[in-house]
């Protein structure tokens, strides 16, 4: 859902899987009704078992992380006593008007905010308009806090990056803050079932063409989450809640450090991390013809959720997968000796 803020372990934090908003196909299945909160002080030990394992940095996610209040701020400012950066991710529905922003950002800044990340996009705009989100990264902006924008890419969408910055809002923040770029994502909405294919702009799906330049997955065995029910998650993906094997324990019984090990001693995870949902559906589609994947998947959460639930997908990698293992161990020693990410997982 984010992306890193250096090169080490972060921890995702979700207090509540509470939203404001009720976007179709949510990853985290958030909307006003949904009640499930985090206690306080779960949060706070898990917050306190990153810093013991050396984390780097806590993101705040959710559902809408604001919605937790002054617990929120209380988490952040615990965070950075114990050394950690922190990230906000958030629609910005709390922006209601420039002096409202500026009161709200005050105090994650106060708190110890580093960094916001706001999203939006034709599904967030049905519920935050995007002057919001203008006013909130005004405000973030004017207390010097790094600012990145996450912008969902649907077929025939209105609001796409580039619309965004012709807005007369965004040229006055641009204007006004020359030297504090703005980091714009773009990245595609996708299906909460892999049996559903959803359409995109041309080129952005995965198929024999392009595959050979999907990446691994930087999320995987490298931040960890913890959700608003408790459980431990191997990764910060939209695909989590209906993958069961991405749960790796329960914060309130499993040591954050034991539920790491354990998911850095899972073949599939270590897998993914270096090469990608989409490149183990193509590898299986060479043992099996009936497995199709061109031109189905432009997320590639969408593709691990086809790893995970597709019973042909799945034997194929049980009964082949050890194939893969001298080329799983080079890739590892590239990333983690050569290029000098976070060891998170294997040792
Ligand atoms: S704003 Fe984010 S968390 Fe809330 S419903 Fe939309 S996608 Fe889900
Ligand atoms: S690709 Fe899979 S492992 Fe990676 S973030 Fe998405 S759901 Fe998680």
């Known amino acids: 859902m984010f992306g890193r803020l250096g090169t080490g372990r972060i921890l995702s934090l979700m207090p509540t899987w509470q939203c404001t908003a009720a976007c179709d196909a949510c990853g985290t299945h958030s909307s006003p009704a949904v009640r499930t909160r985090l206690s306080t002080s ?61 009161t709200k950002i005050d105090d994650f800044v106060s708190a110890g905010l580093d960094e916001i990340n706001f999203s939006t996009g034709d ?32 077929d025939r969408r209105r609001v796409t ?6 807005m007369p809002g965004y040229v006055a923040l ?19 079932s892999p049996k559903e294919v959803a359409p995109y702009p041309d080129g952005l799906t995965v198929n024999a063409r392009n595959v050979a330049q999907r990446s691994g997955c930087d999320s995987i065995l490298t931040t960890t989450t913890v959700q608003a029910d408790g459980s431990i998650t191997a990764c910060c993906g939209l695909g989590m809640q209906d993958i069961p094997e991405l749960r790796i324990g329960d914060i309130r019984v499993t040591p954050l450090s034991q539920a790491d090990r354990a998911a850095s001693e899972d073949f599939l995870k270590r897998w993914i991390r270096v090469e990608g949902p989409e490149r183990i559906l193509a590898w299986a589609a060479t043992h099996d013809p009936d497995i199709e994947w061109e031109n189905m998947y432009a997320h590639r959460c969408q593709a691990c959720l086809r790893l995970y639930q597709d019973p042909a997908v799945r034997r194929t990698i049980r009964d082949h997968h050890q194939e893969k293992a001298a080329d799983v161990a080079f890739a590892e020693w590239l990333l983690y000796h050569y290029a000098g990410a976070d060891p998170a997982g294997p040792d």
């Open 174 to 192: 641009s204007r006004r803050f020359p030297d504090s770029p703005i980091s714009i994502y773009e990245s595609p909405w996708m299906p909460l």
């Open 123 to 154: 599904q967030h705009v049905r519920f935050v308009p995007l002057q919001r989100v203008l006013d909130g990264m005004y405000a973030s902006l004017a207390r010097g806090l790094r600012v990145a924008l996450m912008v969902e890419i649907t």
């Open 161 to 166: 990056a580039e619309s965004i910055r012709e």
């Open 42 to 102: 779960d949060m706070q030990a898990a917050i306190r078992q990153a810093a013991e394992a050396g984390y780097e940095a806590v993101g705040f996610t959710g559902g809408e992380a604001t919605l937790a209040g002054r617990v929120l701020l209380e988490l952040i400012e615990l965070s950075k006593s114990l050394g950690l950066a922190t990230r906000l991710v958030t629609n910005g529905h709390w922006a209601r008007g420039p002096d409202r922003a500026r």
